[in-house]
């Protein structure tokens, strides 16, 4: 009906079916990711990945060959299937050890009629290589020329399969030089395509990165302390779960900045963050720093009561207190100043629980600094 009706070549009307069915991946497997972290569901997403994608493009294949199954032009829709498995074995990079491609193959050919054709175990053989190899490719894919790699085992390998079903077949030369080429053209859009998907999810990536991290401490900043305490708030108070914060600032920053310069500041920030993040990647890497003002901080304790942060409070607040910052030839000493409290009842919103841990800090600062005030 497409070139009857519509004048446009199948070709044409296969690119854009292709780009679809890549499009319609992206857009569920984005959406299950969203529900995913909607629902706080802590998962492996490369595992994700694979299994929703075997599963997707499982069915696509299945689906599209049921159409065909039986009839003299069965192999019609193989450029569709051969693109499903570039990009499982390639884009995908899921790796299926070769104990499993055997049955996989057994059973599509049961499916397909075609068990008993030498040609079919030939290109059954044929695309576990292809496979194979493009998984090899993925994984050296660091060199100069990656595209050409995948390109040139896709000629390769489409030229063999293809040469299978123009035997299996029967069909002309230049239908084979025709749907060898269309291969050709579906896999280098597909490259080109899922390039431009994977270079704007890194962007994304970055963007983000950057909006929730500090870049002179590395340690998240206070836009990712607020989206934090705000999930972790709801989380306690709705399933009555421990939290607590500790805050802490450096006593007489200002005084730092003014006698030994901003870049001596910043010296003493980054060495301050590097000493707390390795007390708290000694003790529990579910605790987590965020620098939240100039040279103020504060460390989440998610599923902690008040006595059980002393430990770490403490440990952070001793190294700390003894750390001595060496700039040009001078030695700055530091001392911070901490406030230390968990949720209570009284919190009906995440800043109620923050002011009740900045008074806290305040307090000991207002009575001789280099204290901890927790209650």
Known sequence: MTWSVWRVSPFITGIFFILGVFTLYQVMYDELKTILRAKKIKVDEDKVNAYFGVT????????????????????????FQLIALVFCAYFLNIRVPYYIFFPIMVVYMLFNGSIGYWESWCHGVTLVAFYSTLNMIRRRQHNDHPFLAYILSGIFFGSLLWFFMKIKFGFSMSTYWEELSYFVIFGTLL???????????????????????????????????????????????????????MMFDIDHFKHVNDTYGHLAGDKVLRHVADVVQTVIAENDPHVKLYRTGGEEFNVIFPGYDL?????????????????????????????????????????????????????????????????????
Request: hydrophobic share 45%; net charge neutral.
């Open 56 to 79: 997707y493009m499982g069915i696509f294949i299945i689906s599209m060959q049921a159409i065909l199954v039986g009839t003299p032009i069965s192999w019609q829709f193989m450029n």
């Open 191 to 245: 490259y080109s395509y899922v390039d431009m998907i994977l270079r704007d999810s890194k962007l994304r990536m970055h963007l983000l990165e950057f909006a929730n991290h500090d870049a002179l401490t590395k340690t998240e900043n206070y836009a990712a302390y607020v989206a934090e305490i705000r999930n972790l708030f709801d989380l306690s108070t709705e399933n009555n779960l421990q939290l607590s914060m």
């Open 307 to 375: 006595q059980s942060t002393e430990a770490i409070v403490r440990q952070i607040f001793m190294a700390i207190n003894h750390l001595d910052v060496k700039v040009n030839d001078k030695t700055i000493a530091l001392t911070i100043s901490v406030g230390v409290s968990t949720i209570s009842k009284a919190d009906l919103e995440p800043n109620d629980f923050y002011s009740r841990v900045d008074g806290n800090l305040y307090y000991s600062k207002k009575n001789g600094r280099m204290q901890i005030t927790a209650k």
